[in-house]
């Protein structure tokens, strides 16, 4: 027989060590976009893979390299989903919830995408999608913007940054990237290995390099600012402003333009130097155009995508992560009548108690051992049953943590007890 099985590279464990601060995450996610009347869509991770090669762009790095793709039993090509817009852009033409309608959506999920793996970056991935379609102003832009400045608040993040963009129409872009090639195949020679290929396929992408000789000679470079249409203009003109009377501070990066085909007017990221590379943490923007490239009728949208690798590598590195929450009681049981009759009181003291974390001893031993493992569960009180209790209808009560001595209290007054003692916890 072979070895130990591993899990695929890039695609991790979740250990239950660090489950808690995904939970914290994920709760006060939820809970904040509910807050600004957005609701849940649960979608496939698995799509036919023309929808992203579609909305995507067949030459973009994740359709001809990263993608998961493979050929199901009936001969149709299948892909692990690696974003998440496309399919909630399907799912709205598929059952009709575009027509006349606006619609604020929000998806969580695993992605997948065929990557070198290092920090942040991982090829299975798990991110938050909002969705906002049938609203074209920049007020639902910067609504966007202003929910994931108070998304950090609640967190309890800070030092983020926020960059802003706008692309302008795909007429404007196309005039650009004409002008952008020609200046770029000039300087060729300066250009890295990376800047080459997409010089051929998505030249925009240049702009965003991370080669800092690229960036240097990029200064001089066209600018897409100098192309935009009128109206993406006046777009991104109301757009700062509502920012601005917002008071939320934002850098304008010229360089920014996402890495999807169907963005346009604002983009925008969240980034953070604490991450080493991968420094986004939250990316979105416009994409007016996807829904009607999907067979749909044009319909405005916007949206963003949040990873939460690195929100919560953020977290743990800041200490802002809450405590795991721990037993209010762990229940001690000596003596088989009282293993017996334990599983039955922690049942009862669950339903009486609403909230009340319980966690009952099983599998036997001595009150010694029992105790010791009531201690390392980190429960404050220990709550005993063994045959002199059962034999005088009580529970015994003993603190374990600070001072206090044990004490017995009828079953019946059980209730009450606990529940006084856990306001004073």
Known sequence: MSGILQAIRGMSDILPDRTPAW???????????????????????????????????????????????????????????????????????????????????????????????????????HQVGVEVF???????????????????RRLGLDGLELQINTLGTSEARAVYRERLVDWLRAR????????????ATNPLRILDSKNPEVQSLLADAPRLEDHLDAGSKQHFAGLRALLD??????????HLVRGLDYYGRTVFEWVTDR???????????????????????????????LGLERLIALLEDAGAVPP??????????????????????????????????????????????????ADKSGAPLALVLGEDEIGSGQVGIKPLRGQG???????????ARLTELLTEL
């Open 23 to 125: 939970q914290f995450v994920e709760t006060v996610v939820r809970e904040q976009l509910s807050a600004y009347g957005y609701r849940e869509i649960r979608l496939p991770i698995v799509e036919k893979t023309e929808l992203f090669k579609r909305s995507i762009g067949e030459v973009t790095d994740i359709v001809e390299k990263e993608m998961y793709t493979f050929t199901d039993r009936n001969g149709d090509s299948l892909t692990l989903r690696p974003e998440g817009t496309a399919g909630c852009v399907r799912a709205c033409i598929q059952h009709g919830l575009l027509h006349n309608q606006v619609q604020r959506l929000w998806y969580a999920g695993p992605m997948f995408r065929h990557e070198r793996p290092q920090k942040g970056r991982y090829r299975q991935f």
């Open 134 to 152: 049938g609203l074209q102003g920049p007020d639902v832009d910067a609504e966007l913007l202003l929910l994931t400045a108070r998304l950090w």
């Open 188 to 199: 060729e020679d300066r250009l890295d290995d990376d800047s080459r290929r997409r010089l």
């Open 245 to 254: 009377d917002a008071g939320l501070a934002y850098r304008i990066n010229p």
């Open 275 to 305: 991450l080493g590379a991968q420094g986004t943490v939250c990316a979105g923007g416009r994409y007016d155009a996807l829904v009607e490239w999907l067979g749909g009728k044009p319909t405005p949208a916007a949206g963003f995508a």
């Open 324 to 373: 795991a929450a721990v037993p209010h009681v762990y229940l001690v049981l000596a003596g088989e009548a009282a293993a017996r009759r334990g599983l039955v009181l922690a049942e009862q003291l669950r339903e009486a108690v609403p909230g009340l974390r319980i966690l009952t001893h099983c599998g036997g031993g001595s009150f010694k051992s029992q105790f010791k493992k």
């Open 405 to 415: 001595e044990q004490e017995h209290v009828a079953q019946d007054a059980l209730v």
